[in-house]
């Protein structure tokens, strides 16, 4: 059985997130590869936040939330439009994909993937709270990749 995989051309885990996919640059998502979903995956979630933004911001700053990815996915691609999915609402008050935007220092970005045993019926105004709550008890894989950003 092979295990749930998140990677990205465009950066190593652990390596700097190139400038491009930056809130203020360009503010596209960087390309990601999905491998290893078991079997009985009915969808896939994916989650962008920045744990190190607890002290500048008081909370850990949420940028991106997807879910009701097709489990087939095996690709997204740069600056992806989320065909079939559905992306909810980010801590920049916009839906879709809010790039890394690091207010003092370098922080750790975390794109989180998760396998589940079925799809979610949620609002396209659901934020991470809401949506990792709906998740509850159907996760089945998860993994993550990380990346850092510096101003």
Sequence with gaps: MTTLQLTSPAFANDDPIPDKYGYTTENVNPPLEIDGVPEETQSLVLVLDDPDAVEPAGKIWDHWVVWNIDPTTSTITEDWNASGAVQGRNDY???????????DREHTYRFR???????????????????ESAMDGKVIAETQLEGTYAP
């Design 113 to 131: 993937l998760f396998a589940l045993n079925q799809r979610l019926n949620l609002d396209a105004d659901t934020t991470k709270d809401q949506l």
């Design 93 to 103: 008050g916009e839906r879709g994909y809010g790039g890394p935007n690091p207010p």
